[in-house]
């Protein structure tokens, strides 16, 4: 049996395969239709504070999540100044990425871009973690 991972002990996250093993250790496979941030600091060092937000529509509206990146930068700015954000869509299914998934990517590109480093973006589906590339986001969503 593993040891639970406390975030305080765990080694800094600086690479987007570190941050894909740190979600799958926290979050896993897919259970419900949700998003997680994860937030770094400038070290990468994770901040105590896994943020889950349930009740997310199947696709986001344009400038739906910029509120989220916000409150982030919020946070960041008295927790972690400096630091970064790790972005995961959880969401049933196969790990193959849909057109809600790219339209995810889209605005989370588009909202958390702007305003804070983006370690790394993944999808968590019913298999395990995969990385939703921001490549995607440019791609065509329909």
């Known amino acids: ?6 975030v305080e002990d765990a ?18 496979h897919a259970i419900s239709r949700q998003l997680w941030f994860m ?9 105590p504070l896994l943020i ?6 199947l696709r986001p509206k344009p400038g739906g999540a ?3 990146a916000a409150a982030v930068v919020r ?3 008295e927790h972690g100044p400096g630091g970064s954000v790790i972005l995961t869509l959880e969401r049933p ?10 339209a995810w990517a889209r605005e989370l590109v588009e909202s958390f871009g702007k305003v804070v480093r983006i370690t790394g973006m993944f999808v968590a589906h019913d298999e395990g973690v995969c990385e939703l590339p921001a490549t995607v986001a440019d791609a065509v969503a329909d």
Do not use: K
């Open 66 to 68: 910029a509120d989220m």
């Open 39 to 47: 937030l770094l600091d400038a070290c990468g060092r994770q901040i």
């Open 1 to 6: 049996m593993t040891t639970p991972l406390r």
């Open 11 to 28: 080694a800094p996250v600086t690479t987007t395969e570190q941050a894909q093993d740190r979600v799958a250790d926290l979050v896993g």
């Open 75 to 77: 946070l960041l700015s």
């Open 93 to 102: 299914g196969t790990a193959a990425l849909t057109a809600p998934d790219r």
């Open 52 to 57: 889950p937000v349930d009740d997310i529509p």
